[in-house]
C-alpha cells in the first residue's frame, strides 16, 4: 500500500512540476483559443444584425419608390450611405433611388445616385450598369464628351454590346459620324443577332450610311422596337 501512495505521490509531484512550467502558457492558450471562439461568434453576429437592418432599408427604399414617397426613400437611403454603404443592399438600393429620382425629373439626384455606385460597389456587375446609365443620363444632358469618358471605363465583354450602342449614340450626337458608324458596327458585332435590339442598331447605323449586315428575320419585332426607342436611364428591353 505504501507502494501505491509513493508512486502516486510521485505523479502528483511531476504534474505540478509540468504545471509549474506549462502552466501560464497552457492558461494563455485557452483564454486565447476563448477569445477567437467569441469573437467569431460576435462578428458573426454583428455581420447578419447588420445586412438585416440594411436589407429593411433597402425594402424600404423599394417600396416608397413604387409609392412615389419620396421622403421616406430619400432617409433611408441616406442611412444607407452612412451607415451601411459596404453592403450590397445599398449600391442596389442606389440604382432603385436614382430610377426614382429619374422618373421624378431630378436628373442631377439620378446621376449624384449613379455616381456613388460607381464609387462604391463591390459587385462588378452593378458598377458596369450604374456606368451605362450614368453615361445615358449625362448623354440626355448633352454633356457628350463626359459620357463618352464614363463609356471608356474598363466593362465586361457581356456589355460590350450595349456600350458600343450608347457611345454610337454619343458620337452621333457630337456630329462624329465615321466614329458613330464604327461604334455601331462594334455593338451589331457583339448582339445576339435574334433579338430586335441588334436590328434597332442596325437601323442607327444604316443611318449614318454604314452597310446592312443581314435582312431583318423579325419584322414585327423590329417595327416594335423602332417605335418605343430607349430614353435615357431606361435602355431597351433586350438589354440586361
Not at 439620378?110 to 455616381?115: E, I, N, S
Not at 464628351?145 to 452621333?172: F, P, Q
Not at 442598331?201 to 435582312?215: E, I, R, Y
Amino acid at each position: 500500500m505504501a507502494v501505491y501512495d509513493l508512486e502516486e505521490q510521485e505523479s502528483i509531484d511531476d504534474l505540478k512540476a509540468w504545471w509549474a512550467r506549462w502552466g501560464t502558457l497552457v492558461t494563455w492558450i485557452a483564454v486565447a483559443v476563448a477569445a477567437v471562439v467569441v469573437g467569431v461568434q460576435g462578428w458573426r453576429w454583428w455581420k447578419a444584425s447588420r445586412a438585416e437592418a440594411a436589407g429593411a432599408l433597402y425594402a424600404a427604399v423599394g417600396a416608397a419608390s413604387r409609392g412615389e414617397d419620396a421622403t421616406k426613400a430619400r432617409d433611408a437611403m441616406a442611412t444607407l450611405m452612412d451607415k451601411y454603404a459596404g453592403t450590397g443592399y445599398a449600391s442596389r438600393a442606389a440604382l432603385l433611388r436614382a430610377g426614382q429620382l429619374w422618373r421624378d425629373g431630378d436628373k442631377a439626384g439620378a446621376r449624384a445616385q449613379l455616381t456613388w455606385i460607381v464609387d462604391h460597389a463591390d459587385d462588378d456587375d452593378l458598377k458596369q450598369i450604374a456606368r451605362f446609365r450614368l453615361a445615358e443620363v449625362l448623354l440626355d444632358e448633352k454633356k457628350v464628351d463626359e459620357a463618352l469618358k464614363v463609356l471608356d471605363a474598363k466593362h465586361a465583354d457581356a456589355y460590350a454590346g450595349l456600350y458600343a450602342d450608347l457611345r454610337g449614340d454619343a458620337l452621333a450626337a457630337a456630329g462624329r459620324r465615321d466614329e458613330a458608324r464604327a461604334a455601331y458596327q462594334a455593338a451589331i458585332a457583339k448582339i445576339d443577332a435574334k433579338t430586335a435590339y441588334r436590328h434597332f442598331v442596325q437601323v442607327k447605323l444604316d443611318s449614318m450610311g454604314g452597310a446592312v449586315v443581314g435582312p431583318p428575320k423579325d419584322a414585327d419585332a423590329i417595327g416594335k422596337a423602332l417605335s418605343t426607342p430607349p430614353a435615357a436611364g431606361q435602355p431597351p428591353a433586350a438589354r440586361p
